[in-house]
Structure formats: C-alpha cells, structure tokens
Nanobody, 124 residues
Framework: QLQLVESGGGLVQPGGSLRLSCAAS????????IGWFRQAPGKEREGVSC????????HYADSVKGRFTISRDNAKNTVYLQMNSLKPEDTAVYYC?????????????????WGQGTQVTVSS
C-alpha cells in the first residue's frame, strides 16, 4: 500500500530543535520532488520547504530560512526536515507531500500524495 508517514514532532522549548522524517512505502521517492508544509490553527496551509529529485534545487519560506534544512536520503526512501532555533510561531502540524505535477517545487502546486502530519509545538 502506498504511504507517506511523518514522524519526529513533539513539544520543545523556544530555541530547541526537532528533526522530522517523511518515510515512503509502496513507491520510490527518487523520482519526485518533495515538499514540507505546515498548518497552524486558524491559518491556511503554507509551503515550508521543498527539494527537487536530484537535491540540486531547494527552497525555504522566508519565515524558516536559515533555521530549517531539508534533505533526502533516497537509499532510505526518506526525506528530512531539520528544524533549529524553533520559535512559538513554528507551532503547527507539519506534512510532507510528493509532487506529481508542476515545474518547480516552490510553487507548492501539484502535490498529490500526503502524509497524515506530525504535531510540532514550541512553548516555554
């Protein structure tokens, strides 16, 4: 069965770090660009970061630039989001998704496969 599963979320203090994982099964992530999204209560879902198939094209939202790092390990069929210097404003449910259409990943369109999300809460 085709699946995307996010993990690694939790409760951290401001300034702390978390590493989110997006593990795929039933298909190979090598062929696709991957995006990370987040949605906070009362807000629309926003694109956070994305990475191309080759890893040569990477994008970060201005709000996370310099603090978050996206990477992929195709051998493990997994994409990661390392989150450092976390702020309360980063509190949200984080989702990974697979782009099956679209030209560039940072337009954050054409993502067809989604995980169920993992909760990140940043609070003192």
């Amino acid at each position: 069965q085709l699946q995307l599963v996010e993990s690694g979320g939790g409760l951290v203090q401001p300034g702390g770090s978390l590493r989110l994982s997006c593990a795929a099964s039933g298909f190979t992530l090598d062929y696709y660009a991957i995006g990370w999204f987040r949605q906070a209560p009362g807000k629309e879902r926003e694109g956070v970061s994305c990475i191309s198939r080759s890893g040569g094209s990477i994008h970060y939202a201005d709000s996370v630039k310099g603090r978050f790092t996206i990477s992929r390990d195709n051998a493990k069929n997994t994409v990661y989001l390392q989150m450092n210097s976390l702020k309360p404003e980063d509190t949200a449910v984080y989702y990974c998704a697979v782009q099956t259409s679209g030209f560039v990943c940072y337009e954050y369109n054409g993502y067809s496969y989604w995980g169920q999300g993992t909760q990140v809460t940043v609070s003192s």
